[in-house]
Each structure stands twice: as C-alpha cells, then as structure tokens.
C-alpha cells in the first residue's frame, strides 16, 4: 500500500498554480461552494470531527481554535495566515504557495464566510518574492471569476486579501511577533493573554492559522470531517506534507497519512529511500531547529501526535533532518545554537544570553576544554530557558540539546575526555586549519 496520500497536494506541479480554470477542473471552489450552503457552527463542527491539529507546529487544535473565535461578538474578525515559514528544514507551505495558491485562497475565504470577516492578511516570508507574485496573481484571477472580492458567487458576501511581507526574522513566525509585524511594529512578541482570538491584529478578535492548516479546510468541507479523520489516525486526522532532508536519499516533500512510522518514512523507496552511501543512520531531527532528535531506537514509533509525544518527539512543523553516523552530535549543536542566538529577538534575558552561554560551552566541549562544572551549567541553562523565555523560540531553543543530552550521554563524556567518535572535533579540520 502506498504511503502517499495526496489530499492536500494533489495539484501541485499538475496544474498551472494561478489559473482558476485549471483548479475549478481539478475539483477547485466546491469546498467553498458547499460552504456557503452551511451555518458557520456547521462548518466548525466539521472542522472539530476531522481532528486537524494546528501544522504551523503547536498543534493547537483548529476546531476549538475557531470556536472560540466564533463565539467573541466584536467585529470587525481578521483572518491571518503564517507564511513566515522560517523554520531550518521546513520547506513545505512553500510548495502549497507556488504550486496550488488557490487551495490556500479558498481556505482563507471559508475562514472569512464563517467569522463574517472582510479580510485576511497572508505573512509570507520576505524570501519567497517569486511566490508572493505567484500569489498575487492568483488572489487577482480569483477576484476576476468571482470567487473573491465583492459579492463571491452572487452570495452578497465580501472577502479580500491582503499579501503582507516578513523580512527574514524567525521569530516573526510566532503568532503575536507576526501580528505586531503587519502592523508596522518591530516583530517581537506580545504577552499573552489577552490571546489573539480577543485582542490580535489591530487589537480586534483574529484567526492565525498555517498555511498547511487553512489548506485542509476545504477538503474537509467538502468531504466531512469523520472521513477526513479516517485517512490519519484515532488521534491525528487526515495528512501531514513532511519535509525530508540532510542525509537521506530522496529529500523533499511527501503528504503521508498519520500513521506511518517514522522507518518508512526515512527509508522506504517511495519516501527518504535511506541514507546515501550506506552510511548508517545517527539521528533525526524532528520538527525543525526547535524541535527533539530522535534516534535509531525509536525509528519504528508511529509519525503521529500521539505516539510521537509519548516517545518524547513531535511533529512540529513536519521537518524530519536526518543526519548519518558522521555527524558529530556536540557539533551538529553548535549549528542548532548558532540559529537561535541569530534568530533571539533580545527582548528577555534568558533566551538573548542563555543561547550564547550554550554556545560557549558547546565550542569547549568541541575543543576538549569543557569541565564537568560546566555540564552543571549546561543543565541549569537548559532548565531556565525553557522555564523563563518570554516565547516559544527561547522555550524551545533547548529542546534539541535535552534530547541529546538524554541520547547521546556518552558522546558529551566522550568529549570531556576529548575524544569525537565521529572524528569531527580535536581533528585539523575541526580546528579550522
Ligand atoms: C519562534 C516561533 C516561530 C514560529 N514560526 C512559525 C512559522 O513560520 N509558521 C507557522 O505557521 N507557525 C509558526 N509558529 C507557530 C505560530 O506561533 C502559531 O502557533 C501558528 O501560526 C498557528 O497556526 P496553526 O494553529 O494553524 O498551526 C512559530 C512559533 C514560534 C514560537
Ligand atoms: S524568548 Fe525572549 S529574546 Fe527570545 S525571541 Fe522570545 S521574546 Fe525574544
């Protein structure tokens, strides 16, 4: 049976991306369609059977997500979609982007129909400029046939859209940085509460929702959400686009329903293919630079939100890194940590320091300096980030270092003692010369 299930990215690459008449072809505005003939708690319903968890990376679940919106009574609503797509490993709304806009259009327009909303505001990352044309295009053509602007299909109903741009910070990513951002505000997060369902964008009731997630709405629409539910798992409805990359064969993006493990998602042909080389496999990393790594010996859990959280993992934004038995672990860390104080905004002393500290005593480990004093640092820095940031980046700055220190203990004591077991540091090229 094959592993690919393609719900959501059926038309990419099939279809030409802004033409409207190729999409209403291939089954394009039916979801909408249908929408229209519904009551906006209908269509929540639907969306709270199909189990869609959030796949910007929280997993938050839609369906609560939306009712809570729903039921707030001012107005006017704001319909924002994350683009921002700035996770390392993370490739994937990109391809919903450039390849079927539509599907993310007429999501966004079923969002708008069921909050009475006028408009919605599309956070594409400042790197994507050939594919915010693409989408600018698509949002016109749309216009053009009636499916958006005034009036959509002779309902009566409004909607516009509105393509804002990031500048190529992460932590624009985070939901209330991105809304200060729109704003014309420096992007860096705001306390919550009040949460962006009462006060967001322009300080009025808003919807964030991914990419991926907005484009699941129109399937599970039109197909209802039990049978969207039926092609992932008990816990996890319907598909998740994973982006396979580092030391595997076949990288890319594959729409896998919940429920494959996470061996055939490396290593079967019609996915990652293996490791190249014949190398052997030494760790994934799950979910992005913020989520856990993972090791050979959990290679049969089920990718799901269930049986990954009970194995310590998660899905995150559906990155899986896969990295062969050459990589050093204390070195790979370096990398992970070199991100987060590039990517820390400033506004909180743990994460803007903490990740330096880490670094610190990362490069004395690689350089066969660091003490046993220093590990006692080490998880005291890991224990305040994660306990004092002020966002979910300085919270999860460690979480791929704790996984490590939980896997890979003997590689960290293996390099107090200053030896590398995949020969990477105390070497020449290690040391840079
Ligand atoms: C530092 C940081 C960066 C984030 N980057 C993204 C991103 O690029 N795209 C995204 O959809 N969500 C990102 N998120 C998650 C968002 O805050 C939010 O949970 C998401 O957009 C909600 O949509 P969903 O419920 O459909 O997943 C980020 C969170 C943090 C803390
Ligand atoms: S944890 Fe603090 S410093 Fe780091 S990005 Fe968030 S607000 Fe900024």
Known sequence: MSKINKLISANCGVIRPDSVEDYVKAGGYEGLKKAFTMKPEEIIGEVKKAKLLGRGGAAYPAGSKWEQLLEIPEFPKYIVINADEGEPGTFKDKILLSQDPLRVIEGMTIAG?????????????????????VFRSAIDNAVKAGYLGQNILGTGFAFHIHIMTGAGAYVCGENSALLNSIEGKAGRPRIKPPHLAE?????????VNNVESIANIPTIVLEGGEKYLSYGTKDSGGTKLVCLSGNVVNRGVYEIPFGVSLRDIIYDPELGGGIPNGKKLKFFHLGGQSGPIGSQAQLDTLYCYKALRNAGLSVGSGAVVVMDE??????????VTEFFIHESCGKCTPCREGNKQIYAILCKLSEGQATQDDMAVLRRLIDTMTNASFCGLGQSATVALNTCWKLFKAE?????????????CFTEQGRGE
């Open 326 to 335: 050459d990589v050093c672990v204390i070195d790979y860390l370096k990398g």
């Open 412 to 424: 960290f004591e293996d390099h107090l003692n200053q030896k590398c077991p995949a020969q990477v």
């Open 113 to 133: 129909y069921v909050f009475n909303s006028h408009d919605g505001y599309i956070y594409i990352r400042g790197e994507y400029r050939a594919i915010q044309k």
């Open 199 to 207: 006060v967001g964008l322009f300080l009025m009731p808003t919807l």
